[in-house]
């Protein structure tokens, strides 16, 4: 419950703080290309049910059918406003309404596709008695997943075979040593390594 409380909190604080800023990202995103402000996409929550996931688009419409992974920063598919708010992990920030609804927390492990969860073994399934979250243990070592995607042969068969199993691994010792206290820490982590990066 105490997990919970603050989350709802700090998304209700933090959707209130920022909107001026969320106002202006809005704005610069239509102004930068054409389709929605929102990218909304299916993802795999708690209890192994799927929801919406919100997030500034940062591509340029039908991107996804160019693929599910995204290649490296400097991704053509990125608009110039995307690279900006990718780099600062801004483009997280409609998740916010996520947490305030309940389907992701501020830690966690983060929200998979449907179509990638289809190659999770009967083990890997525990990652699901809680919710997703914005960052988490395999959120902070995978930060810069796309470069590393965009560094494999196969980028596909990379994320699947190397990739998702590791970040299991890393899920799943969340999953044992979670505690109010130590989402703190990754919080606290996350936001350093964002402002330094």
Do not use: H
Request: charged share 25%.
């Amino acid at each position: 419950m105490l997990k919970r409380g603050f989350d709802v909190v700090f998304s209700i604080m933090g959707l209130f703080v920022l909107s001026p800023i969320l106002i202006l990202i809005a704005v610069l995103i239509k102004i930068d290309s054409r389709g929605p402000i929102l990218f909304v996409q299916g993802r795999v929550g708690k209890n192994n049910t799927d929801f919406n996931i919100f997030k500034f688009r940062t591509m340029r419409i039908q991107s996804q059918n160019k693929g599910l992974l995204t290649l490296g920063n400097n991704d053509s598919r990125i608009t110039k406003v995307g690279y900006f708010l990718r780099r600062y992990k801004i483009d997280e920030f409609p998740q916010l309404i996520n947490i305030l609804k309940g389907d992701m927390s501020f830690v966690g492990p983060r929200p998979e596709l449907r179509y990638y969860v289809n190659f999770y073994n009967e083990d890997d399934m525990k990652i699901f008695a809680v919710r997703p979250g914005i960052t988490g243990l395999a959120s902070l070592k995978y930060r810069n997943e796309v470069e590393l995607l965009k560094a494999a042969e196969n980028p596909e068969e990379f994320f699947i075979k190397t990739i998702i199993p590791d970040k299991l691994k890393y899920n799943k010792e969340y999953i044992r040593k979670r505690n109010f206290f130590f989402d703190l820490k990754l919080i606290a982590v996350t936001v350093i390594k964002v402002i330094t990066k």
